[in-house]
């Protein structure tokens, strides 16, 4: 492999109340009407929103989320982010020969801090997702949730304010999900982070976000923008979020039912 | 023996280099990858008479000749380990601000560890043989070596001497066998590979 370095791209150019911008944005992928993923994706997520992205399957939701992170760039259009985002994956993406408090704290390793400071931040860090007395296990130690939620920690440990989720609990239990929404939702709360999440599930993008955007597939455009205005804190079970769920499927199905006739 | 160490650690620093920097560039990828595996394939000894060629009977013969024959394993072990790291974790550690040089000091070697151990495993048995073969033809005078006392022993006409060194040298190459495997079953148990029974 090779590896390529991040480009270095305009930070500060979201504007001021935006955190995340997106301006025309294309992804292809080779030639021919399928290769075309994101088809002028315009998007643009105020500082502090926690916005929720929902489509079928192979919609391009992760080919967004790498765009936005720099990790790959687009074909055409712009995009703007105020500061670095960190993505989080559905699988949790820790270095298994690395301790839970190890890896909390290799952003801050890469980022040039002396051990004490970071492996006492690290602790911190672990001890704001409830995992204060399992700082010295290894992944494979660790339940699924247990995970999840040190994936959590090493997010907040790179200081992003812009967190890019990739369906990060996707894999997970539904009662040790509810668990997850709770203390993200908290989390989002305390630290005035933006988030983007991504989710095939209707009613976790509504009980989790201010704002559903529906992407319709191949190639992936905005089709939907909803306001969730329900008062928080939610429950994944609450009537309201059950309501305002069924009415986003309702258009979700009639997307994928056209998208079925071609 | 000591020269079969220094010549396995010369080599592993160059097999280690060589293998990251293959795996680093793509044309010295397509360039140098079949070549490592084509010189893999080739018997060490077939090496011997050019090297006594260009170095004479002396040590830098041996030493020659062990090179090239672990160097390519110990390479080859770096670059099929570090094609295996799993994207996610490149992924992840490049979002996490891992680039360069930090991304294979932080995220793609340790990664690719257990092969490179395994790499190194198999260098050492090439390396090793390419000693005693070495010894038995490239004879140094007043130098000892395991190699030399075997040929001696024979034409001395001193069997339990020779085979008595025979199993020392089958000794040490099981000792260094299993310190190999332990270090390797070391690196799975701390990432939770390790069969139950290890």
């Known amino acids: 492999m090779t590896a390529v370095l991040p480009e270095a791209r305009p930070i500060g150019t979201a504007g001021e109340s935006y955190a995340v911008t997106l301006r025309a944005v294309s992804k292809r992928y080779g030639a021919g009407p399928l290769g075309l993923a994101l088809d002028r994706i315009d998007l643009a997520i105020p500082a502090g929103q926690f916005l929720c992205l929902v489509g079928a399957s192979g919609c391009g939701k992760s080919t967004l989320l790498n765009l936005v992170s720099g990790l790959d760039t687009p074909s055409a259009g712009e995009i703007g982010v105020t500061s670095r985002p960190t993505l989080m994956f559905q699988e949790h993406a820790l270095l298994p020969w690395l301790s839970a408090v190890d890896n909390v704290a290799l952003p801050m390793r890469l980022a040039g801090l002396p051990k004490p400071e970071r492996q006492e931040k690290a602790a911190e860090y672990l001890r704001s997702v409830h995992l204060g007395d399992v700082l010295h296990k290894r992944p494979h130690e660790l339940s699924g949730g247990m995970r999840q939620r040190v994936a959590i920690a090493r997010t907040l440990a790179t200081e992003s304010k812009v967190l890019l989720m990739d369906e990060p609990f996707g894999a997970l239990d539904a009662m040790t999900r509810d668990l997850l929404h709770d203390e993200l939702e908290s989390l989002w709360q305390a630290r005035g982070l933006t988030i983007l999440f991504v989710t095939h599930n209707v009613r976790e993008a509504v009980r989790l976000g201010d704002r559903v955007v529906l992407l319709s597939s191949r190639p992936g455009r905005v089709v939907a923008d909803f306001p969730v205005g329900l008062p928080r804190p939610r429950s994944f079970s609450d009537p309201d979020v059950t309501a305002a769920s069924g009415e986003i499927t309702a258009a979700l199905r009639k997307e994928v039912a056209r998208h079925a006739q071609h | ?198």
């Open chain 2, 1 to 198: 023996m000591t020269r079969g160490v220094v010549g396995f650690a010369i080599a592993a620093v160059i097999g280690l280099a060589v293998g990251v920097a293959t795996s680093r560039w793509r044309p010295l990828r397509s360039g140098v990858g079949a070549l490592i595996t084509g010189l893999q394939t080739m018997p060490s000894i077939a090496w011997f008479p050019l090297a006594i060629l260009l170095f004479q009977l002396s040590e830098k013969a041996i030493l020659f000749v062990i090179l090239i024959g672990a160097v390519p394993s110990i390479a080859n072990g770096v670059i099929g380990g570090v094609d295996y790291v799993p994207p996610l974790l490149i992924r992840a550690g490049r979002n996490l601000g891992a680039t360069g040089l930090a991304l294979y000091r932080h995220v793609i070697l340790p990664a690719a560890l257990p092969s490179i151990v395994s790499g190194l495993k198999q260098g050492w048995a090439f390396a090793w043989r390419s000693l005693l073969a070495g010894e038995l033809i490239v004879a140094i005078a007043n130098r000892p070596s395991l190699g030399a006392f075997l040929s001696n022993s024979r034409e001395l006409g001193q069997p339990a001497y020779m085979i008595a060194l025979m199993i020392a040298i089958l000794l040490i190459g099981v000792l260094v066998d299993t310190a190999f495997t332990a270090v390797d079953s070391s690196i799975r148990r701390r990432r939770g590979v390790a069969a139950a029974t290890s």
